[in-house]
């Protein structure tokens, strides 16, 4: 597949996600696609997932063939899906993570990968109802995309991870200056260090199109946003 920004092809549920408004429209697409999900990003040959979990592991300073390194890590998968993050997370041994998604239809086949602590239906759009300080990393994978989750929510993530926690982020490319995620990580400057901020393809075959974000919350800046 050709590196293009964010190719849909033929595939029906992808045009649809591309083309979203709203958080109504975007539960009912996700329901109605949860059976057969991970079947069609299979076939997209998706990446998005893996890369994002290796990124988290080479911020900690850890090693790709240490499958026990996030035993002891609390985990927010953010827009978590059908548990594809998840799983990736499990190959490095991670037990603790909750998952948060706008679909209960993509909630139960995440359900049914056994990942997950914690399971619930939330809007990301709102405020996540967790505690300042209470997670070590959130994940957010595919929903900072064109219709969906716009950049207040990188305020919330930095909110709920503990100082020198981790925030792994991907980003549709296109919307990363247009729709104000590049402000808003350069707002919170005082609270969140950059590790990188690359562009990627989200396809095994691409490589444009995405940008993986990999922010550090600084020690001083804990339980301090305005």
Partial sequence: MASTTHPVGDN????RA??????DEARDLY???AARYDKDLEDE??????????????????S?????????????????GTGLVGLSLARFG?????????SAGMLEVAKSTGVY????????????????????????????????VGPQVLKEFVRVIKSKGFIIATI??????????????????DQVRVLKSDVIGFRTNADAGGRLLVLQKTEESSTKLE
């Fill in 12 to 15: 029906a549920f992808l045009q």
């Fill in 45 to 62: 040959d998706y990446a998005a997932p893996k890369l994002a979990v290796d990124a988290l592991i080479q911020a900690r300073g850890g």
């Fill in 117 to 148: 602590r914690f399971l619930e239906e939330a809007d990301l759009t709102k405020p996540i109802a967790k505690s300042d300080d209470f997670y070590d990393v959130v994940i957010c994978v595919g929903t900072l995309t064109q219709g969906h």
């Fill in 64 to 80: 790709l063939d240490d499958t026990r390194q996030l035993e002891s890590v609390r985990i927010l998968d953010a827009g978590c």
């Fill in 172 to 189: 549709l490319d296109d919307i990363w200056v247009k729709d104000g995620f590049k402000a808003e990580v350069d707002r919170l400057s």
């Fill in 31 to 33: 329901n109605e696609w």
């Fill in 94 to 102: 991670a037990r603790d993570v909750d998952g948060l998604d706008i």
């Fill in 18 to 23: 591309y083309a979203l408004y709203n958080t």
